[in-house]
T-cell receptor, first 115, second 113 residues
Framework: DADVTQTPRNRITKTGKRIMLECSQTKGHDRMYWYRQDPGLGLRLIYYSFDVKDINKGEISDGYSVSRQAQAKFSLSLESAIPNQTALYFC??????????????FGPGTRLTVL | AQTVTQSQPEMSVQEAETVTLSCTYDTSENNYYLFWYKQPPSRQMILVIRQEAYKQQNATENRFSVNFQKAAKSFSLKISDSQLGDTAMYFCAFCKGTDKLIFGTGTRLQVFP
């Protein structure tokens, strides 16, 4: 089974709709991240969480919100989706004790299309 | 603010040959980490190799190795004995400790038979 899972894998929605992307991990990591990938721009950080009570904005948080329901779950919400939020969204985790705590491991991504 | 630059949007290499992907970065930090991630057509982001800035020795991982030049702020990836399965987008990324990753814009590598 995958260590970092994302649901849904693909989603098409309409402008103005609320949508939630979910991320779960079995790696036991404390830190979780949401990134967005647009063609030609690489990945950019939306939000990150270092533990259940710690939520931080990334460089492109406008229009998004997050919820850290448990150590293993981190959800990203688009309260009112707009077409320029069409992108590939990745969840990542890090924080193994000891070695490689700095290394982030990614989920499979969610392709979101806003019409 | 840290930045990561990949100046080669596309590269191609013949199977079994060697190719080098370039990456430069800008930071005032002394302790940090650098990564190369691979994104094949399946779109999964896969860790290729990791380098700790305080280590002078270049990281290697099977056919993948890096040339880390801290003073020049350069972090290139060398792929030896290229295989068709190496065809992918390759992203260079910078991380300051357990902080967020800063990504470059990627290099698309095509391996030809």
């Amino acid at each position: 089974d995958a260590d970092v899972t994302q649901t849904p894998r693909n989603r098409i929605t309409k402008t103005g709709k609320r949508i939630m992307l979910e991320c779960s991990q079995t790696k036991g990591h404390d830190r979780m991240y949401w990134y967005r990938q647009d063609p030609g721009l690489g990945l950019r950080l939306i939000y990150y969480s270092f533990d259940v009570k710690d939520i931080n904005k990334g460089e492109i948080s406008d229009g998004y919100s997050v919820s850290r329901q448990a150590q293993a779950k981190f959800s990203l919400s688009l309260e009112s989706a707009i077409p320029n939020q069409t992108a590939l969204y990745f969840c990542a985790t890090s924080g193994s004790p000891g070695q490689w705590a700095d290394t982030q491991y990614f989920g499979p991504g969610t392709r979101l299309t806003v019409l | 603010a840290q930045t990561v630059t990949q100046s080669q949007p596309e590269m191609s290499v013949q199977e079994a040959e060697t190719v080098t992907l370039s990456c430069t970065y800008d930071t005032s930090e002394n302790n940090y980490y650098l990564f190369w991630y691979k994104q094949p057509p399946s779109r999964q982001m896969i860790l290729v190799i990791r380098q700790e800035a305080y280590k002078q020795q270049n990281a290697t991982e099977n056919r993948f190795s890096v040339n880390f030049q801290k003073a020049a702020k350069s972090f290139s990836l060398k792929i030896s004995d290229s295989q068709l399965g190496d065809t992918a987008m390759y992203f260079c990324a910078f991380c300051k400790g357990t902080d967020k990753l800063i990504f470059g814009t990627g290099t698309r590598l095509q391996v030809f038979p």
